[in-house]
């Protein structure tokens, strides 16, 4: 069994539509919850970081941490053409620095 | 700010040739840099940390023989694949951390695209 769980998609969505976007993992020492976007061919650019359980909103994203059920999500709202990307989910623990992907799902906003 | 470059972004080789990839921080000083590699579709795999001035710690499975790592610099680090094969063949992606805002942010560079004919 994977650490990290990530379905890959692709998941096809109108433009404006909200996204959910999800990860599970089996590690429980795991503490640091983050979100990558990936452009193709490009390295990977942070979205947003959680520490343990809780929301955190930016603009238009906002990701959830649910600790008890090792879930993690992403949602975008009012989603643009310019998300379609890959979205990796990451993680780590509180004493390491490795950080642990999941597979990445694709995602594609029409117009 | 949090610029990370890597040299060259796409790469093409023999079989049985060295290739050496470059990652430099343009705006911060690393403390630590990461390797990673990524097949298509597939997630980002650590290969190796490493540490200003220090030897790089590999992950399981990876051969430090056949990916060399050298942080000489807190703004440079190299990754050379030596006697590349095809299966050699993959997009390299660095990342690095200042160690100053939290051991978990990473900041990444474009990538290195590594085909071996």
């Known amino acids: 069994q994977k650490e990290v769980e990530q379905d890959p998609g692709p998941l096809s969505v109108p433009e404006g539509a909200i996204v959910s976007l999800n990860c599970t993992y089996s590690n429980s020492a795991f503490q640091y919850f983050m979100w990558y976007r990936q452009y193709s061919r490009k390295g990977p650019e942070l979205l947003m970081y959680t520490y343990s359980s809780g929301n955190k909103e930016d603009g238009r994203f906002t990701a959830q941490v649910d600790k008890s059920s090792k879930y993690i999500s992403l949602f975008i709202r009012d989603s643009q053409p310019s998300d379609s990307a890959t979205y990796l989910c990451a993680m780590v623990s509180g004493y390491g620095n490795k950080l642990v992907f999941g597979a990445g799902t694709i995602l594609r906003v029409k117009s | 700010g949090a610029v990370v470059s890597q040299h060259p972004s796409w790469v093409i080789c023999k079989s049985g040739t060295s290739v050496k990839i470059e990652c430099r921080s343009l705006?911060?000083?690393?403390?630590?840099m990461f390797w990673y590699r990524q097949f298509p579709k597939q997630s980002l795999m650590l290969m190796a940390t490493?540490?200003?001035?220090?030897?790089?710690?590999?992950e399981q499975g990876v051969e430090k023989d056949k990916f060399l790592i050298n942080h000489a610099s807190l703004t440079l680090s190299t990754l050379t694949v030596t006697s590349a094969h095809p299966e050699d063949s993959s997009f390299y992606i660095c990342?690095?951390?200042?160690?100053?805002?939290?051991?978990?942010?990473?900041?990444f560079g474009p990538g290195t695209r590594l085909t071996v004919l």
């Open positions: 990342s690095a951390s200042d160690g100053t805002s939290g051991f978990y942010t990473q900041y």
């Open positions: 705006d911060f000083q690393a403390t630590t």
């Open positions: 490493s540490n200003e001035g220090s030897k790089a710690t590999y």
